[in-house]
């Protein structure tokens, strides 16, 4: 299986689905629009394809890009194959929510949850959406690009130690 038959083939089932293809480090890499999302994958298991192992699910953050502020990758696999596949998706921040694929992968669960907790992107038909690794009580997510790097409070560090 090459990335050019798998995207051949997403190609003619989700015409206007895919918005932009790369190949980094060989890796076909696809932004798709968000609606078609859960369709796409749920097609690449079912179909001759057998992309049958969810390897990973994140967040990412361009605070830059307003309309497309939020995304979530997808790391697929073929094992036979041993095909690897990533998917990309992005929303505004405000309302930020994607199908949840915990219905189609079961590993979905946890790393689901964990994009909740870190870039409070909701999963909408989740079983569990909570925190998994913050306190429930933090208030922010973690993730997000909108906080200093550092304290700026802090009065026990000196800059000119660390090089800047």
Avoid: C
């Amino acid at each position: 299986m090459t990335n050019e038959f798998v995207l051949e083939a997403l190609s003619r089932e989700f015409q206007d689905s895919i918005l932009s293809s790369s190949e980094p480090y060989g890796m076909l890499t696809l932004v798709v629009k968000k609606t078609d999302l859960k369709k796409m994958v749920h097609f690449l298991r079912d179909s001759t394809l057998e992309i049958n192992f969810l390897t990973d699910v994140t967040g990412i953050h361009y605070p830059e890009d307003p309309q497309n502020e939020l995304g979530v990758i997808y790391h697929l696999h073929n094992m036979k194959e041993n095909f690897r596949l990533r998917l990309k998706a992005f929303t505004k921040k405000e309302g930020a929510e994607f199908e949840s694929l915990t219905d189609l992968y079961a590993g979905a669960n946890w790393m689901e949850r964990e994009t909740y907790d870190f870039f409070g992107i909701k999963f909408t038909g989740h079983p569990d959406l909570r925190v998994i690794l913050n306190m429930e009580d933090l208030g922010y997510h973690p993730m997000l690009k909108e906080y200093r790097l550092e304290d700026g409070t802090r009065s026990d560090k000196d800059d000119n130690m660390f090089g800047r």
